[in-house]
Structure formats: C-alpha cells, structure tokens
T-cell receptor, first 112, second 113 residues
Framework: AQSVTQPDIHITVSEGASLELRCNYS??????LFWYVQSPGQGLQLLLK??????LVQGIKGFEAEFKRSQSSFNLRKPSVHWSDAAEYFC??????????FGKGTMLLVSP | GAGVSQSPSNKVTEKGKDVELRCDPI?????LYWYRQRLGQGLEFLIY????????KSGLPSDRFSAERTGESVSTLTIQRTQQEDSAVYLC???????????FGPGTRLTVL
C-alpha cells in the first residue's frame, strides 16, 4: 500500500532564510506527487505537482520540489521564506486512479 | 468562478446525534471526494464519486458514515450516531474528469461533545 512520510512535525525558519520540507513516499509504480499548503481555517491549496518529465518542478509562490526516485523523496524548497508562508504543508501521492494519500503534515513557523 | 463550498463551516453536536455535511463542487467537475482530517493527522480518504459510476466507499471508517451525490452536483456526507472520535475537519474536493488536480473546499469542523 502507498504511504507518505513527512518526518518533521514542526519547522521554524527565520524570515529570509531558505526552506526545505522533507517528504518520502512508498508506492509501487511511478508516483504522481503533490504538495499542498493549508493556512489556518482554509482549505488546501495546490503548490505544485509532479507527474513525469523534469524532476525539478516549479510551483506557485516561489516554491519548487525535486523528485528523486533513488531516494523515494519529493522535498519542497524555497530560497527565501516570507512571513506569509507560515502554514501547514502536506505532501501527497496519487493512489490508484484518483484518491490521494497524504502525509501528516509539517507546520512551518516563520520567525522575524 | 466559485470554488468548492462546504456548509456548515462549523458544527457542534452531542454524542449520538446524526449530522449532515454538505459540499458544492465546482461547476462542471464530475469527480467529488470526501476526506477527514483529525487533529495532528493528515487527510484520510473517505469516499469518491465519479459521474454516474458507483462510488468508491473504501475509505469510510464504519457503517455510521454514508454519502450521497445528486448527479454531478451537491454531495451530502451523513454521520449517524456520532461519537467523540468523529470530531475532525471534513474536507471536500472536486476535479474535472481525467484530471489529477483536486480543488479543496474550506472544510467543515465537526465537534462531538
């Protein structure tokens, strides 16, 4: 069965510093991978997705993620974090034909 | 255009009561999903509707949970005889046929006392 692990429950980053959120997946076939962001009281917003092709994918709000098959990873990065990036981030893998399997999320805190 | 909407935004109920949660998908989206998000957890898949096909109910945690969808529009998630462990945020998402991108609503926060 497919699974997603986000090893960091909380991460604190200084504003302007770089960010990397880790995601490892387990899936038998070529995965379709997603990163979502959830701000307090909001639904999930898609940041970026990987289906095939270039392993470095660009998303909205200056985020990018790199798919590494050898490490079963899909880490999310941003070169310079803004205070408005404080939110919870979820990595997900597409299971079967349509349903998403999510990690437990990483809460990003941004310090001044 | 309008996104996915859900109502109510918050629901407080007593243990043992039944609740209904509503989801209005984006117009034209044939696929509709329900997920549950318990505190400190990721999202758990509950049920998936695609057009007029039989729904995928494989994620429903017990027979107290059921969902219906009228054609390609509104869906209702019903929880009967609610228990405290049902307390969670229930999220609905929709997508176009053949698309892997799901658009999420703001969720309904259910609290069972």
């Amino acid at each position: 069965a497919q699974s997603v692990t986000q090893p960091d429950i909380h991460i604190t980053v200084s504003e302007g510093a770089s960010l990397e959120l880790r995601c490892n997946y387990s899936y038998g076939a070529t995965p379709y991978l997603f990163w979502y962001v959830q701000s307090p009281g909001q639904g999930l917003q898609l940041l970026l997705k990987y289906f095939s092709g270039d392993t470095l994918v660009q998303g909205i709000k200056g985020f990018e993620a790199e798919f590494k098959r050898s490490q079963s990873s899909f880490n999310l990065r941003k070169p310079s974090v803004h205070w408005s990036d404080a939110a919870e981030y979820f990595c997900a893998v597409l299971a079967g034909y349509s349903t998403l399997t999510f990690g437990k999320g990483t809460m990003l805190l941004v310090s001044p | 255009g309008a996104g996915v909407s859900q109502s109510p935004s918050n629901k407080v109920t007593e243990k043992g009561k039944d609740v209904e949660l509503r989801c209005d998908p984006i117009s034209g989206h044939t696929a509709l999903y329900w997920y549950r998000q318990r505190l400190g957890q990721g999202l758990e898949f509950l049920i998936y509707f695609q057009g007029n096909s039989a729904p995928d109910k494989s994620g429903l945690p017990s027979d107290r949970f059921s969902a219906e969808r009228t054609g390609e529009s509104v869906s209702t998630l019903t929880i009967q005889r609610t228990q405290q462990e049902d307390s969670a945020v229930y999220l609905c998402a929709s997508s176009l046929f053949g698309s892997n991108e799901q658009f999420f609503g703001p969720g309904t926060r259910l609290t069972v006392l």
